[in-house]
């Protein structure tokens, strides 16, 4: 059973640009979060989506941001107009919902560099 | 959820057991507690949970104490690569919640 799988490892993106980080959660989960961790800092919550629905977005920015699941594929967190203080690592999580004590497992993360 | 209390760090030597203690002391009644470790750069792993009785696996040993206002993390004897950041969370199980990091204990192994 693979586990939660996020590509690419490393992005690197000049001022302006787009990144797009995806994230294939483990296979029977439906629920994804996404999580950030700026450099020396702890890690954040940003996003959380079960198939096609956001259904907490607390911690996203309010700009430039956005973060989709789809009914297939992976689920994807897009950075429009990168700045230079989005560059952090960002984690992936799935769980398998309100079962097995909703444990939610990690990806090796993307970090994102923007020059 | 609940906030918790940890060490900023710790050290431990090889071979011996790692007590890594977290302070919840305004834990509600349906509060599970959960560790997660960080070990450098890769994405948080998963450890143990419990809400009130010991929890034991092939990982940890997780001891609550009986008004489960603290708990303690145990490894039962530390390797180098146990050295991570360790995170204690408290958390509703059974709700798809986010998790909320605090700024954990880091845990130093050496030999």
Not at chain 1, 24 to 40: A, D
Not at chain 2, 9 to 24: F, K, Q, V, Y
Not at chain 2, 27 to 56: A, D
Not at chain 2, 80 to 96: F, H, N, P, S, W
Request: net charge positive.
């Amino acid at each position: 059973n693979a586990g939660v799988m996020q590509n690419p490892r490393h992005l690197v993106r000049r001022r302006g640009q787009e990144a797009r980080l995806r994230c294939s959660p483990m296979k029977g989960h439906s629920h994804v979060y996404w999580y950030r961790q700026l450099p020396e800092e702890g890690l954040k919550f940003m996003v959380y989506l079960q198939k096609e629905n956001i259904i907490d977005e607390s911690g996203m920015p309010k700009e430039r941001f956005s973060a989709e699941f789809p009914k297939e594929g992976p689920s994807i967190l897009r950075i429009q107009q990168v700045v230079r203080g989005d560059s952090a690592a960002y984690f992936c999580a799935s769980s398998p919902g309100i079962v097995e004590g909703n444990i939610q497992y990690f990806g090796a993360g993307t970090r994102l560099s923007v020059l | 959820d609940a906030k918790t209390t940890q060490p900023p760090s710790m050290d431990c030597a090889e071979g011996r057991a790692a007590n890594l203690p977290c302070n919840h002391s305004t834990i509600s009644g349906n509060e599970y507690v959960y560790w997660y470790r960080q070990i450098h750069s890769q994405g948080p792993q998963y450890i143990i949970h419990g809400l009130k009785n010991n929890e034991t696996n092939e990982m940890a040993s997780l001891i609550i104490t009986e008004d489960r206002k603290s708990s303690t993390l145990i490894l039962p004897h530390a390797t180098l690569r146990d050295t991570a950041v360790y995170y204690c969370i408290v958390r509703v199980e059974g709700t798809a919640s986010k998790l909320t990091f605090g700024t954990g204990t880091r845990l130093q192994v050496t030999l």
